[in-house]
């Protein structure tokens, strides 16, 4: 990865790249900030098993805080599309003014999105439309933090919703139910995630030879995903840190076969110095 700074190029510019074995699957990234509220991004990635032995996706991001809009190229079927999104409220980039002192069953501040996404196959010469909202809570909430969506594709009949919270430092649920219109078909999944904390002292320690409280801070050392859905089948998956090397170990289950329970075992390593 490589990161050209600022002060030399007046452009912040993101270089990426990664390669899995022994599949000999590329993956790239090109992401260059052209204005403060312009950017652009070049995704790749090359394997056998796509289609022209490879695909590449092109957007061009617009974020003036009140709004944002998006454009983006595909070659998979040589498709076009464009997104927006709309902050309603306060311009998030003038901050929210603190609010007066109320009890924690008044406290509720939140802000509200709608967006809609628009895309056209040339190729196949097939397109779809989907739009959504969702409401956030803003650090002002006098409670858990939470964040509710709702997405719509009228063409496809597809709604879902999602509900996550935090309810503690280190514990957030979440929640996603999808229902088709036309075939009646629903799906239902609960997940939860619980981080591993470790508190890292401060440099500074006058402090604690004065006999005060050592001030710090904590640090994330590793992540525990678990999701189940309505069929039983439930997901695994533990991230860790082990001073420069980053892991991955997830696993899934079908608890309705009990002949074959394990499903899928996976193992990721990345080092990063």
């Known amino acids: 990865m490589l990161v050209v700074p600022e002060a030399k190029r007046n452009i912040d510019t993101l270089l990426y790249g990664r390669l899995f074995l022994p599949l000999s699957t590329l993956e790239a990234l090109y992401l260059r900030r052209i204005s403060p509220i312009y950017q652009f991004k070049l995704s790749c990635v090359s394997d056998s098993r796509l289609k022209s032995g490879g695909t590449i996706l092109a957007l061009l991001q617009r974020d003036v805080g009140k709004y944002s809009t998006e454009f983006l190229y595909s070659t998979d079927s040589a498709l076009f599309g464009v997104r927006g999104l709309y902050?309603?409220?306060?311009?998030?980039?003038?901050?929210?003014?603190?609010?007066?002192?109320?009890?924690?069953?008044?406290?509720?501040?939140?802000?509200?999105?709608?967006?809609?996404?628009?895309?056209?196959?040339?190729?196949?010469?097939?397109?779809?439309?989907?739009?959504?909202?969702?409401?956030?809570?803003?650090?002002?909430?006098?409670?858990?933090?939470?964040?509710?969506?709702?997405?719509?594709?009228?063409?496809?009949?597809?709604?879902?919703?999602?509900?996550?919270v935090k309810v503690g430092s280190p514990l957030a649920l979440c929640?996603?139910?999808?229902?088709?219109?036309?075939?009646?078909?629903?799906?239902?999944?609960?997940?939860?995630?619980?981080?591993?904390?470790?508190?890292?002292?401060?440099?500074?320690?006058?402090?604690?030879?004065?006999?005060?409280?050592?001030?710090?801070?904590?640090?994330?050392?590793?992540?525990?995903?678990?999701r189940v859905d309505q069929n039983w089948n439930i997901g695994l998956l533990w991230e860790g840190r082990v001073k420069d090397l980053l892991f991955s170990l997830g696993a899934t289950f079908d608890l309705r076969r009990r002949d074959q329970l394990f499903r899928t075992i996976g193992v990721e390593l990345q080092y990063s110095s």
């Open 175 to 226: 929640s996603r139910f999808d229902f088709n219109v036309y075939s009646y078909e629903s799906d239902l999944q609960l997940g939860c995630e619980l981080w591993r904390l470790r508190r890292e002292p401060s440099l500074d320690l006058v402090y604690a030879k004065r006999g005060k409280k050592l001030r710090g801070e904590e640090d994330v050392t590793g992540v525990l995903k678990v």
């Open 87 to 164: 902050n309603f409220g306060p311009d998030p980039r003038k901050g929210t003014p603190e609010p007066p002192t109320r009890s924690p069953s008044e406290g509720l501040y939140g802000r509200f999105s709608a967006g809609a996404e628009l895309y056209y196959g040339v190729l196949n010469k097939s397109g779809g439309v989907s739009t959504g909202i969702r409401f956030t809570t803003l650090p002002q909430h006098m409670g858990f933090p939470y964040t509710m969506t709702l997405t719509l594709n009228p063409l496809m009949g597809n709604l879902s919703s999602t509900y996550a």
